[in-house]
Nanobody, 121 residues
Framework: VQLQASGGGLVQAGASLRLSCAAS?????MAWFRQNLEKEREFVAA????????YYADSVRGRFTISRDNAKNTAYLQMNDLKPEDTAVYYC??????????????????WGQGTLVTVSS
């Protein structure tokens, strides 16, 4: 499985961005993680295969929305009201199986290359 993340960029605080993750196949849950220079990679959001079940980190809940279009094998992360602390490289990932904890990095077997989001104050 290959994942290609896109949509990052430089924006001002309060702006919005939508990240996309195109997968060669998408039969399992997909998620977004992020990493900046000061922290380890952290969970951002995840969606089950159907998209009916979603999970969010507390820091982004209410501002970010994960969705997916399985017909296009693509997952999205709509990011609203961006803050400087959201600055990071964002990675999309696909789970290795069903029934796993979607907030844990170890659940994911396939990873995209990352897309940089920079939010200026």
């Amino acid at each position: 499985v290959q994942l290609q993340a896109s949509g990052g960029g430089l924006v001002q605080a309060g702006a919005s961005l939508r990240l996309s993750c195109a997968a060669s196949s998408s039969k399992y849950a997909m998620a977004w993680f992020r990493q900046n220079l000061e922290k380890e990679r952290e969970f951002v959001a995840a969606a089950s295969w159907s998209g009916a079940t979603t999970y969010y980190a507390d820091s982004v809940r209410g501002r970010f929305t994960i969705s997916r279009d399985n017909a296009k094998n693509t997952a999205y992360l709509q990011m609203n009201d961006l803050k400087p602390e959201d600055t990071a490289v964002y990675y999309c990932a696909q789970a290795k199986a069903y029934g796993m904890d979607l907030t844990q990095e170890a659940t994911y077997e396939y990873w995209g290359q990352g897309t940089l989001v920079t939010v200026s104050s």
